[in-house]
């Protein structure tokens, strides 16, 4: 039976693809994270010598910030009705929303992003996004890694070891944090569609880094008032001190083993017994009229949650949007209704509360802030039913904070929104700027799991958005 978030393009991919490759995704787990798991990952690496950074130093915004929160609008948003709209052309074009001015001129939004129009001196709207890749979980893979899915131009291809880390875990092994918080958070999922083959997306781990440098994954809505970080609490009954009691104890069987997962232990337990690391994860310590600002919504307080532990000490937040039971932003139906009722508001009013608080905070400047899909939409209105089909040919992306100069709109999409006019840019380049910002060489070289030196990513940094 077809699902009823059945994709269109789905269906003309699977026309395509072979039995073995049409996996149910209900059979998938949704790759998680141990916390003796992910604690494997601290101490074991250093970051790029001076040699390999070399003159990428000396360039403007390199190393500039210190953290990353990477907010990932699952589906695809529609460029053409947010970040680039067309008033000039045809009316199956152009669509149902006007643009609004904003504090820079010149600079013109959606009338739906209200709150971001006060703040576009803080960001830069990169309007010449493309590739080719009609497909989601493998476009997923393109944005989130920096480097083409093993399979591309594929639904059905779920995650393995042999995809390419996340720009998190990558972040994670070169620059871990000193303290005891996780380097690498995804929330409030990992994102999965029901209707693809493959179901969850890959390139959202450490892929052939291992499972030490998956993200620590919190699920759930921090909105509701039960929202616990599952992981971070002593089981019912067991008290701190039990639980150093039996760390003794652990120690002392441990003991001339030559256990070479003491130091995970430790740091583990360190976690579970940590005031600091927990507070990280308690939003209920903010202030309600800060909670209210970002929106008493998943979106909004999974934002909120990410400055937390920036605060901590984080090196990358993701934040998913989350699993909506409506295609999230895959509108290939009743486009402009999603777009103005359930999807552009929570992003307005989040977004927006972050750049004001990171701002407040003085930690706008070194907390890179990046807002993206996986691709765009079609130009052209589907008859019959309002929507928009996949379009990776051209999209937008947003970027604020961390050395990148706001006020600016880079690249140019044409007439109709369909492909880039100036300045293209890929996926790749995307996270070849966000670890360019992040004090990473583009061109540095990892071994994978055959001992093949690999650059972190396929794209070359986009200079000309830092200040």
Not at 13 to 32: D, F, M, T, Y
Request: with cysteine; hydrophobic share 35%.
């Amino acid at each position: 039976m077809p699902s009823p978030l059945a994709c269109p393009e789905f269906r003309r991919l699977q026309s395509r693809l072979g039995r073995r490759e049409l996996l149910q995704w209900g059979s998938l787990g949704v790759l998680g994270l141990g916390l003796g798991d992910l604690l494997a990952a601290r101490g074991l690496a250093a970051p790029p010598s001076a040699a390999q950074a070399g003159s990428l130093a000396d360039t403007a915004g390199f190393g500039k910030a210190k953290a990353c929160i990477l907010m990932f609008m699952w589906g695809g948003p529609s460029h053409i009705d947010t970040w680039d709209l067309k008033p000039n052309a045809p009316r199956e074009v152009r669509g149902e929303f006007q643009p609004i001015d904003t504090n820079v001129s010149g600079i013109r939004i959606s009338e739906h992003f209200s709150h971001l129009a006060r703040h576009a001196d803080q960001y830069a709207i990169v309007r010449s996004v493309t590739h080719d890749d009609p497909a989601h979980l493998s476009s997923v893979h393109h944005v989130m890694t920096g480097r083409h899915a093993p399979k591309v131009k594929s639904d059905a291809e779920p995650p393995s070891r042999n995809d390419s880390p996340h720009v998190g875990s990558l972040l994670g092994k070169l620059r871990p944090p000193a303290g005891l918080v996780p380097p690498f958070v995804t929330m409030p999922w990992n994102v999965l569609h029901p209707a693809a083959p493959g179901g969850t997306a890959p390139g959202q781990n450490g892929g052939w880094l291992g499972t030490a440098h998956d993200p620590f994954l919190i699920t759930g809505d921090p909105n509701a008032a039960d929202f616990r970080v599952s992981g971070l609490n002593l089981i019912d009954g067991v008290s701190p001190g039990r639980v150093d009691a039996r760390r003794a104890l652990l120690g002392q069987l441990d003991a001339g083993a030559g256990n070479p997962f003491g130091r995970v232990q430790e740091k583990a337990f360190d976690m579970l017994t940590s005031g600091q690391v927990r507070s990280a994860f308690e939003i209920v310590r903010e202030p309600a009229e800060v909670r209210d600002r970002y929106g008493r919504h998943i979106h909004g307080q999974c934002l909120l949650l990410a400055r937390r532990l920036i605060e901590a000490g984080t090196s990358l937040v993701c934040v998913n949007w989350h699993q909506d039971g409506q295609n999230f932003w895959d509108t290939h139906g009743d486009n402009f209704n999603r777009l103005k009722r359930d999807l552009m508001p929570p992003t307005d009013r989040g977004f927006s509360a972050l750049l004001e608080d990171l701002s407040a905070r003085g930690l706008l400047d070194e907390t890179l802030l990046v807002w993206v899909g996986e691709f765009g939409r079609h130009p052209q209105i589907t008859r019959g039913n309002a929507g928009r089909e996949h379009w990776p040919w051209c999209a937008s992306a947003v970027l604020a904070g961390g050395g990148i100069k706001g006020g600016q709109v880079y690249g140019r999409s044409d007439s109709q929104g369909g492909r880039p006019a100036e300045n293209p840019v890929s996926p790749a380049d995307i996270t070849a700027t966000i670890y360019h910002a992040l004090g990473i060489p583009a061109d540095l070289l990892l071994h994978d799991r055959e001992n093949r030196p690999l650059r972190v990513t396929e794209g070359n940094p986009i200079g000309p958005l830092f200040g």
